[in-house]
């Protein structure tokens, strides 16, 4: 079995540059949900994508975008980053349909926003 | 209401001793109660998740307590080792794997040797 995998593992941007984070579900999986954590604080639900559609969302404005591709992978895209948009982005695959609640993360991406 | 409330910020224990995390939640929509254990650089890690028609899981050395009631529950770690140093955090979410999981701001946690 597969487990939840991101890249890239770091990334350093620019504020006002755009960013693009990816993620493999776990196999088998068919749901894919994102998370913002800032330091020190619990992770924050962004939104989630299932069937290539949004699910969901959290409170994030606009320019927070995603994308979830016919092999269930899924792309987080942020426009006009801003400082504060700083963080570990997690995604979280689960499997829509079935009788377990459970949602598995990935290791994360580390954004740096100078 | 869909905050989750999570106490002490920090908890340090002696090797052997047990740890105690508490956690509330308002929502009463809330069905399923994970706890993630989080290790510096990783994504958080299922620990253990209890539902609310029962009152106490227990899993290796990890114990939840829940009470409905008064909308808590914590987590006790036995015979605790310097390897359950992390950040621990307890989370509510809906009925279904597609519901988003409302954190706890978490506990990080400090064993002794």
């Known amino acids: 079995e597969t487990g939840v995998t991101q890249s890239p593992t770091h990334l350093i941007k620019t504020r006002g540059q755009q960013v693009t984070l990816r993620c493999s579900s776990q196999s088998g999986h068919n749901t894919v949900s994102w998370y913002q954590q800032a330091l020190g604080q619990g992770p924050q639900f962004i939104f989630q994508?299932?069937?290539?559609?949004?699910?969901g969302r959290g409170n994030f404005p606009p320019r927070f975008s995603g994308l979830q591709f016919p092999n269930y992978s899924s792309e987080l895209n942020v426009n006009a980053l801003e400082l504060d948009d700083s963080a570990l982005y997690l995604c979280a695959s689960s499997l829509l349909g079935s009788t377990s609640y459970e949602q598995y993360f990935g290791p994360g991406t580390r954004l740096t926003v100078t | 209401q869909q905050q989750v409330k999570q106490s002490p910020q920090s908890l340090i224990v002696q090797k052997g001793g047990i740890p105690i995390i508490n956690c509330a939640y308002e929502n009463t929509a809330f069905d399923y109660f994970p706890w993630y254990q989080q290790f510096p650089g990783k994504g958080p890690a299922l620990l253990i998740a209890i539902r609310p028609d029962v009152s106490e899981k227990k899993e290796g050395r990890f114990t939840i307590s829940f009470n409905k009631s008064a909308k808590q529950f914590s987590l006790h770690i036995m015979d605790s080792q310097p390897g359950d140093s992390a950040t621990y955090f307890c989370?509510?979410?809906?009925?279904?794997?597609?519901?988003?999981?409302?954190f706890g701001s978490g506990t990080r946690l400090s064993i002794r040797p």
């Open positions: 989370a509510a979410s809906g009925y279904s794997s597609a519901s988003k999981i409302i």
């Open positions: 994508y299932y069937r290539e559609e949004e699910n």
